[in-house]
């Protein structure tokens, strides 16, 4: 279990992106619909390990790959209702072939956490 936050997201954007772009056996990027995903990606790492956020937002163009996320329970975005991309908490098995992981806003996680204490 791991809190996500933009901050977070920010700093594991360079390798999301290569994830995302970089086709390995071919060894090449594939281009996105408006970017050179590789010139990109030169950009995101030259921001360093622990990038401002608004300056991933900045190289990028939007804020798409700092969102903390939709909670699961609620289901609100980490963008609604004022687009402030609130943390998240990331529980659950995080596998990228079986991804068993589920985000939670920290409204709902105190309601959890009623609801227990109420039950116990
Ligand atoms: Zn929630």
Redesign the pocket.
């Known amino acids: 279990m791991r809190i996500i936050t933009m901050h977070s997201q920010a700093a594991a954007t360079a390798e999301r992106w290569k994830a995302q772009y970089y086709d390995a056996g071919k060894d090449m990027w594939n281009p996105t619909a408006t970017h050179q995903s590789g010139a990109i990606y030169e950009q995101l790492v030259a921001l360093g390990p622990a990038p401002d956020p608004a300056d991933v937002v900045r190289v990028i163009g939007n804020d798409s790959w700092i969102d903390t996320g939709r909670?699961?329970?609620?289901?609100?975005s980490g963008r609604d209702p004022w687009r402030t991309l609130e943390p998240r908490l990331r529980i659950g098995r995080e596998d990228p072939n079986d991804n068993a992981s589920t985000l939670?806003?920290?409204?709902?996680?105190r309601?959890a956490r009623t609801l227990i204490a109420s039950n116990s």
């Open positions: 909670c699961a329970e609620c289901w609100v939670l806003c920290f409204t709902c996680v309601s």
